[in-house]
C-alpha cells in the first residue's frame, strides 16, 4: 500500500532542515518520525519500512540511468 502526502511549505523546508542537519534523506526523517509518532516497536514493520524505502532508491537509481543512457 502506498500513500502520497502533500505537505504544507512549512513542514517541508522543516523535514530538509532537518536532513540537512544530519545528513540524511527527508524520507528517512518522515520514516522516523512515524515511527517515533506511531509507537512502532516491531523489528519486523519497522525493516518491511526500511525495505520499502531501499527498494524506491533503487529504481530511482535504475530510472535515473536509464535516462543517463
Do not use: G
Amino acid at each position: 500500500m502506498s500513500i502520497e502526502i502533500d505537505f504544507p511549505e512549512k513542514i517541508l523546508r522543516k523535514i530538509e532542515e532537518i536532513s540537512k542537519s544530519e545528513d540524511t534523506l527527508p524520507e528517512e526523517i518522515v520514516n522516523e518520525a512515524m515511527i517515533e509518532y506511531l509507537k512502532i516497536a516491531d523489528p519486523e514493520t519497522k525493516a518491511e519500512l526500511y525495505k520499502n524505502l531501499c527498494e524506491k532508491y533503487l529504481n530511482d537509481a535504475e530510472e535515473l540511468i536509464k535516462r543517463l543512457k
